[in-house]
């Protein structure tokens, strides 16, 4: 049975998003999103709870991240979850990130004056 690599998120962008020229002249846009989840305590109080996604765009779909968006733009992503290994201080770390291959903007357009 073949393996399943997926994920979908609709959230704010934290930041503006940075670019990064590999030596192999590829692009890479690095971003990161908010994503809010709202529900009610057992005694009917409002909860909010914020998850983050590190965010890679990788070719041309990175540069019309790099274009069009910039931070507190709400968007839809569609990609598959990346963990890196590292070493820091001579204990590993791994960082999880979302490699995209679908962007959607989700804000209204400004109308210009």
């Known amino acids: 049975m073949p ?29 990161s999103v908010a994503v809010d989840r709202l529900w009610k305590s057992r005694n009917g109080e409002s909860r909010k709870e914020t998850d983050w996604f590190n965010v890679e765009a990788w070719g041309k779909l990175g540069e019309i991240c790099l274009k069009y968006l910039n931070k507190g733009k709400l968007v839809y992503l569609e990609g598959r979850l990346r963990t890196s290994r590292y070493e820091h201080e001579g204990e590993t770390r791994y960082a999880t990130k979302v490699v995209v291959d679908r962007m959607q903007m989700l804000d209204r357009h400004e109308k210009e004056a």
Do not use: A
């Open 3 to 31: 393996s399943l690599n997926r994920v979908q998120i609709i959230g704010r962008l934290g930041k503006d998003p940075e670019e990064k020229i590999l030596q192999s002249g590829r692009t890479l846009v690095v971003f």
